[in-house]
Every structure is written in structure tokens, then in C-alpha cells.
């Protein structure tokens, strides 16, 4: 039994790593191929998102100069109303002080 042992022992661990270095070779070959086809995905993805890069750009410059107009617009507007309101407090402040003048001319 020893004897059997000693001399179909090693070749059948011979045997086995043959066999086990095959199959990583397979596996590496696999993995390999999977990573360009993951590669190829990516330049591909890249690429679009490229592409898509100056209508970001476009928009971006577009709701810049959209938020400057109506920060102009709403800035005059409130010039406007406060314009109003100044006009109005003045023609009061007028008003009381001819009536201040005329009601110490009658006294």
C-alpha cells in the first residue's frame, strides 16, 4: 500500500495541477474579454456623456443670463413701487405742511 502510494500519489496531485492551471488560464482568458467588453461600454458611455457636455454648457449659459434678466426685471420693478410710494409720502408730507402754513396764517 505504501508503495502504491508513493509512486500514483504524485502523479495524480500532477494530474490535478495541470488541471487547476488550465482552468485559471480559461478564467484569466474569460476576465480578460470581459474587461475590454466593459472597457469598450465605458469609452462608449464616455463618449455620449462628451457629447452631452455642451448642451449642459448651453442650458447652464442659458439659465445664467435668464436669471440675470429677471433679477434686472424684478430690481426695476420694485424701483417702480418704491418710486410710487415716495411720491405718494411726499405729496402727503406737502399737503400737511400747507396745511400746517395756512392754519398758522389764520391765527
Do not use: W
Amino acid at each position: 500500500m505504501q508503495n502504491f502510494l508513493n509512486s500514483y500519489l504524485p502523479i495524480l496531485i500532477y494530474i490535478l495541477l495541470c488541471i487547476l492551471i488550465v482552468l485559471l488560464i480559461i478564467i484569466s482568458i474569460k476576465v480578460i474579454k470581459t474587461m475590454n467588453r466593459v472597457e469598450e461600454i465605458v469609452d462608449d458611455v464616455d463618449e455620449k456623456v462628451k457629447s452631452l457636455n455642451d448642451i449642459f454648457n448651453i442650458v447652464d449659459v442659458v439659465t445664467d443670463k435668464l436669471s440675470a434678466l429677471t433679477e434686472v426685471i424684478s430690481d426695476s420693478i420694485i424701483l417702480f413701487i418704491k418710486g410710487i410710494f415716495k411720491r405718494k409720502k411726499k405729496k402727503i408730507e406737502k399737503k400737511e405742511m400747507e396745511e400746517e402754513l395756512d392754519g398758522e396764517e389764520e391765527e
